[in-house]
């Protein structure tokens, strides 16, 4: 069974066929219907959706089914394919949201989680800063550490200032996550951490408590 191979635009080569399997069937609830409709079935340039259900399966099934090329038996890929398909069209599995939203498409971006490094310096602070920005809008989510930034009103000897201290970085990351959609479609994800030494901890605690009201 030929393998057919989508471009970014999710056109379909001629000499493939663009169908997706017969079977199994797909059954899914009008809820989750809905939700293919909002975030995962591809678009055209216009907003128009030109995939169905069936077709991202098939979609994703095949992208994944490519990682037989890297073995001997590189023939066993349509059967991949089928397996793959057979998997998510039962619900037995699914992968994660940036495999079916970019699988077999130009961004070809199929990670979840991404933990960036966030210094005591504003070149690295803002590095990641723009890091974040891009793994976001590819649909991918985020974490960091700012343990090693210095705590509030510690003294910036570059400078002869004082430090703003990494509740205010967090509250940067944060605006920036609410700037740039994941993939387009939702609020990115971000998982901020802070040692419970830093000086600043109780700081940090208060201010979640404050967000959760």
């Not at 490519?66 to 394919?81: C, D, F, G, I, K």
């Not at 920036?176 to 993939?183: P, R």
Request: aromatic residues 6%; proline residues 7%; glycine residues 8%.
């Amino acid at each position: 069974m030929p393998i057919p191979v989508y471009n970014g635009g999710m056109s379909v080569k001629k000499t493939t066929p663009s169908r997706p399997p017969n079977s199994p069937r797909l059954r899914l609830s009008d809820h989750a219907k809905t939700v293919l409709r909002g975030r995962y079935l591809a678009k055209n340039n216009a907003g128009r959706i030109i995939e169905t259900p069936a077709q991202l399966f098939w979609r994703v099934a095949t992208d994944i089914a490519q990682a037989e090329r890297l073995y001997p038996q590189a023939s066993r890929l349509p059967q991949a394919a089928q397996r793959w398909y057979d998997c998510m069209a039962r619900l037995d599995f699914l992968p994660n949201s940036p495999t079916l939203m970019n699988a077999g498409r130009r961004l070809q971006q199929l990670s979840a989680c991404f933990v960036l490094p966030v210094e005591d310096s504003l070149l690295s602070i803002y590095d990641s800063l723009k890091h974040q920005a891009l793994i976001h809008q590819s649909g991918g989510g985020t974490g960091f550490s700012f343990s090693r930034v210095r705590p509030h009103n510690d003294l910036v000897a570059s400078s002869s200032g004082v430090a703003s201290g990494p509740i205010s970085f967090m509250r940067l990351f944060n605006l920036s996550t609410d700037v740039i959609k994941q993939g387009g479609t939702r609020r990115g994800a971000n998982m901020g951490i802070l040692r419970i030494d830093h000086p600043d901890i109780l700081t940090s605690s208060r201010s979640n408590r404050r967000r959760r009201r």
